[in-house]
């Protein structure tokens, strides 16, 4: 089938991004394979990120199948974008359907996008992962590859105005080495390197992130351990169960 629907939307993506003047930085893209399955797995502080998650693939030509709730499907803008760039629903009462789409596509040798924290970490560090994204990816025998990004949040985060018109952000973008499932004996054990590898490169992408909070009301963007205003994980755990 012809993609009539993703290339626009990339187009669409590109201008913005030139039109914000965005300061993005792309490390590792060449990770990503150029045919063959793949499951880029990112870690999550922005509703954009599956933008500049899909945008750490382009230079290798591929456009990522993204896991995302069923609710996006449903909306009547992004539901028919989203079905037309060919994501991957997951109805979070029935996820065995989606997590055979998504075993499937790589199968075919699609690359799948997936953020195995499955919320915004509001704390913006790695929080515990679910281990759907390793398990499809020992099934289907394709590698996973850990994405950091870094800025996306300073755009539109939970809890926070949207700022979309935000000029001259710095965004970060770090694709790892790609992870062979064979290396692990089970998906459990994939799913530990997996965090720790991902945590890693998130860390180094905020530590050297090429701007600081502009003063006290901008560290909000910041993780407390970083000596910004952001809740720690422990404090983001504890809201999320109000």
Not at 26 to 48: I, T
Not at 51 to 72: D, N, P, T, W, Y
Not at 148 to 171: D, M, S, V
Request: with cysteine; charged share 20%.
């Amino acid at each position: 089938m012809p993609e009539l629907v993703y290339p626009p939307v990339i187009a669409f993506a590109k201008t913005m991004f030139r039109v914000l003047d965005l300061r993005i930085t792309v490390e590792g893209a060449h990770h990503v394979p150029r045919a063959g399955g793949a499951v880029l797995a990112s870690n999550h502080v922005s509703y954009l990120d599956f933008i500049f998650c899909g945008f750490g693939a382009h230079e290798s030509r591929r456009l990522v199948r993204f896991m995302a709730k069923q609710s996006v499907f449903s909306h009547r803008v992004s539901g028919p974008l989203m079905r037309g760039m060919r994501h991957i629903p997951v109805d979070r009462a029935a996820g065995a359907g989606s997590y055979a789409a998504a075993v499937d596509a790589l199968r075919r040798g699609e690359v799948v996008g997936v953020f195995p924290e499955a919320t915004i970490s509001q704390s913006f560090v790695v929080k515990e992962l679910k281990s759907g994204a390793t398990r499809m990816a020992r099934e289907a025998a394709v590698p996973v590859l850990p994405v950091a990004l870094w800025g996306t949040q300073r755009l539109w985060t939970k809890g926070r105005p949207r700022t979309l018109t935000r000029r001259h952000t710095p965004i970060t973008i770090l694709v790892g080495e790609p992870m062979e499932p064979a290396a692990w004996p089970d998906a459990t054990t994939m799913t530990v390197a997996l965090k720790e590898r991902l945590s890693a490169l998130v860390d180094r992408a905020q530590r050297e992130y090429p701007e600081p909070p502009t003063g006290p009301e901008d560290r909000w963007w910041l993780p407390a351990h970083l000596g910004g205003t952001a809740p720690t994980p422990e404090e983001a755990a504890a809201a999320e169960q109000h």
